[in-house]
């Protein structure tokens, strides 16, 4: 109908500080929609006298699953942070890598749920494998976004070197180890695979010196 | 009681920069909101072994509405962007129109959980009519805002042409379009009326150039 | 125990930005959270064909009291932008009123919630008279802060000058006024007075010039 | 397998402006999401005419702890801003320290739901130890990480000095005193400890010459 666009309206690249800003919204409700599923259950009798102090007690595979998802969940922002650092421009693509990545994150609620709620539950290893296996997706995307924009150097800032990248790249790659170990590990013991990936959180809270050291 | 005020208190037309940051926050807040919808259907016995895997299985009309919807509305955050990047400026009929198009984007979040209850329920077919209807009147409200700003020039950045305005237009027709499809196709299959609303927003992650090559 | 301090730690009296970052964000997620409460009444019964469509139209009292709600406060919205473009400078009690009006324009999600819900219900007067009433306490807030401030002359722009400030004052008590008549009106008809709250809202939507004509 | 990195990838100090953004986020959706806890109960019986406004006037107890928890969030924010105004940059410890101080922070919605609806019920005391207690416990991780910061003066703007940092740690810890207090005060009577932190609240609302003037 029309002679094809010689240029395009907006600019095709972009500066990604919007795209910063909104993912900083997603993960600060994400994290923060946790505490709405801590909740006393509703087989607790509010009338009975001396149940209240053993009912929040009995919760503490909540509180566990909660410190967990919040500390991975803030650890992820600080690596996306840091990994937009080195990312100058963002295109179309990237952009959707980024949607997909913000909702495998905001996804983790429900399984953070349902780990806490079959802790003690005969499925409590069924449970774990859901959680730990949605942190390995996770961190796939993470690595899978990460890979996009290395192989398109314009989208990096130029101080950046290949080698550089790929030392991201392989710090990145512990917690996918870890989550895939986890994943086995669920099948013996819930508890020891939530653990591990409580861990996960831990190495990336650490100055990344420290984490050279470990796994370089 | 007084002469009437010849100059207003505060300019009438004024920068988009907090307009936008407003738009994304509920942007991002109606998208992370998605997830607590996800939930374990009451019916689900935790104490009994061997329930919970096929739980989760059972899930997946519920995953399905909530990455159409998420992916529908990451797309509909990037189009709100690229738009207002050609909005200089505002007036007060701009932030109503832009009111009511948050208050619709984040009104999708109720026909999704209903579309993902009733996808194995006989009223499956008005689930999913009422879910492509509303995104649908979405879509309408967009280019609503849109035409608006059109027909009103002094609001757009001198850069933009009438031809480029009306090229935008066109392009956010299709969504309009295989929406209102969608809401004729839920009649006979509600899963193939959700698919083509997920399509929408394949299209509009393709880069402008591959859409235009579609659309043009 | 020591001598008293000279001069503060930081200072007193501050820029505005960050009370309105904040204030932003708690006004996006206070206007999306009204989403949450629109659902399906338990009474539907999924398994049977040709109540889905039905249920659908019967929630209309909870569409018009989100549709109401949502509108107000994003017109609070605007008019505590509006506002904060006129305040040049934020100290402890402005602070404080400022996080008390957050709060009651948070708390609104409740009467909404209510008033939905009790809208065809023999005590929909009651629901009526507290939803209004809430936003007359809110309405009484917004100008209490601006009576602050105003008060404060060295808080304001210096361009805002005392006549333009009781102008704005006098726009904001339109919705005092009527809000004060909704409540009355609520205990003869429930929709009559949320119809009225939602005309404050188009009110305020009104450009500014031509809200003076319906005042001045 | 690689000679160990000369220089990190990107800078271990940097400076607090996207951490301070994070953190906004946490806190206004912390403070938002506290409505959503308010419900008429489910004993309440909508079709009976009467029963609405005794309902309303029962949930007092719930308005007390929504206004104390909004308050306490609401100075804790400002608060964290002030603190980080005194700071220059960040390093990885104080991320987690601040990621750490952010989860109790949006946990205390879990202890104002329990306060709340226990305020009345014979275990109101041990509602109110978990609630002051976990107030008392957010008190500690804010001094703890003022306390980090300063042990570590490169991370604090030049104009702090030792005697300004110790004094802030002074005000901050009438906070601590009196929530230890109100875990005492819990045992006898839950009202007064509810009060004692809302107390809390208001001191820290007051310009800080006021609260020296108490303080010291």
Same mark, same amino acid.
């Given at each position: 109908?029309?002679?094809?666009?010689?240029?395009? $309206?907006?600019?095709?690249?972009?500066?990604?500080?919007? $795209?910063? %800003?909104?993912?900083?919204?997603?993960?600060?409700?994400?994290?923060?929609? /946790?505490?709405?599923?801590?909740?006393?259950?509703?087989? @607790?009798?509010?009338?009975?006298?001396?149940?209240?102090?053993?009912?929040?007690?009995?919760?503490?595979?909540?509180? *566990? %699953?909660?410190?967990?998802?919040?500390?991975?969940?803030?650890?992820?922002?600080? +690596?996306?942070?840091?990994?937009?650092?080195?990312?100058?421009?963002?295109?179309?693509? #990237?952009? #959707?890598? +980024?949607?997909?990545?913000?909702? @495998?994150?905001?996804? *983790?609620?429900?399984?953070?749920?349902?780990?806490?709620? !079959?802790?003690?539950?005969?499925?409590?290893?069924?449970?774990?494998?859901? !959680?730990?296996?949605?942190? /390995? @997706?996770?961190?796939?995307?993470? +690595?899978? #976004?990460? *890979?996009? @924009?290395?192989?398109?150097?314009? #989208?990096?800032?130029?101080?950046?070197?290949?080698? +550089? %990248?790929?030392?991201?790249?392989?710090? !990145?790659?512990?917690? /996918?180890?870890?989550?895939?170990?986890?994943?086995?590990?669920?099948?013996?013991?819930?508890?020891?695979?939530?653990?591990?990936? $409580?861990?996960?959180?831990?190495?990336?809270? $650490?100055?990344?010196?420290?984490?050279?050291?470990?796994?370089?």
């Amino acid at each position: 109908m029309q002679p094809p666009p010689t240029q395009p $309206l907006v600019a095709e690249v972009t500066e990604t500080s919007r $795209l910063e %800003a909104f993912s900083d919204g997603v993960f600060a409700i994400a994290i923060t929609l /946790l505490v709405l599923e801590i909740r006393l259950p509703s087989t @607790v009798d509010a009338g009975k006298a001396g149940t209240l102090a053993n009912a929040l007690f009995q919760l503490w595979p909540v509180y *566990l %699953a909660y410190v967990t998802s919040f500390l991975t969940i803030a650890i992820m922002w600080a +690596n996306h942070h840091t990994m937009f650092k080195m990312i100058r421009r963002t295109d179309r693509s #990237l952009m #959707l890598l +980024n949607a997909v990545l913000l909702m @495998v994150i905001t996804f *983790l609620n429900f399984p953070t749920v349902v780990v806490a709620e !079959y802790f003690q539950k005969p499925d409590a290893g069924v449970a774990a494998v859901f !959680y730990s296996g949605s942190l /390995l @997706v996770t961190g796939i995307f993470f +690595n899978g #976004l990460w *890979l996009y @924009v290395v192989r398109q150097p314009h #989208l990096l800032e130029p101080s950046i070197t290949m080698s +550089n %990248a790929r030392r991201v790249l392989r710090q !990145y790659s512990v917690g /996918l180890v870890v989550y895939a170990i986890a994943m086995g590990v669920a099948f013996f013991s819930a508890p020891a695979s939530v653990v591990m990936c $409580l861990l996960v959180g831990v190495f990336f809270a $650490l100055p990344i010196r420290r984490r050279a050291a470990i796994v370089e």
